[in-house]
């Protein structure tokens, strides 16, 4: 993705949004956007869509329609939401739009998630000053003495720019 000047602009359960700038070098002979680069915009705002649960999703088919051109120096956006999801499979649409909010393609990808974790668990041992609530034993807050370790599990996601740290004692 970055390396075709794509830009991640947000993720969110199920949903992601992507864009990029049609530059002098991606036009086809028609003088439009070359169909690949909207297909791979519209692509990988699916993958980050589909993978924002931070279960390792992967794609099962997918089809798109062009419905009107895109030109050099326009800023084309795609938009990625889950229309449906049952068990293991996904429906995911997907519009590209220009600058002017006019559609140029629509995306239907379809998806399918595998076992484990996209970015896994990370175990760490952390010290509690007096002060801080836990509740180690699941039995509501508690205070542990000063100094204490307990293990913690925390799952890292990777949210657009900012990674947040789940975690739980």
């Given at each position: 993705s970055q390396g075709l000047g794509l830009s991640l602009d947000s993720v969110a359960p199920g949903a992601?949004?992507?864009?990029?700038?049609v530059r002098a070098d991606i036009p086809n002979g028609?003088?439009?956007c070359h169909g690949c680069f909207i297909f791979a915009l519209a692509d990988s705002t699916f993958a980050f869509a589909c993978n924002s649960r931070n279960a390792p999703t992967v794609a099962s088919g997918c089809a798109i329609d062009y419905?009107?051109?895109?030109?050099?120096?326009?800023?084309?956006t795609a938009r990625a939401?889950?229309?449906?999801?049952?068990g293991r499979r996904g429906v995911y649409d997907i519009e590209v739009v220009n600058q002017n909010d006019k559609?140029?393609?629509w995306f239907r990808g379809r998806s399918y998630r595998?076992?484990?974790?996209?970015l896994g668990v990370i175990e760490k041992k952390i010290t509690f000053d007096d002060t801080y609530?836990?509740?180690?034993?699941?039995?509501?807050s508690t205070t542990p003495a000063a100094g204490q370790e307990y293990t913690m599990t925390a799952i890292k996601e990777?949210?657009?720019?900012d990674a947040i740290e789940h975690a739980s004692v």
């Open positions: 992601a949004n992507m864009s990029m700038t028609h003088k439009t419905l009107a051109p895109a030109f050099e120096g326009d800023v084309l939401v889950a229309a449906s999801l049952a559609r140029v393609a595998l076992n484990g974790m996209v609530p836990v509740d180690p034993g699941g039995g509501g990777q949210v657009g720019r």
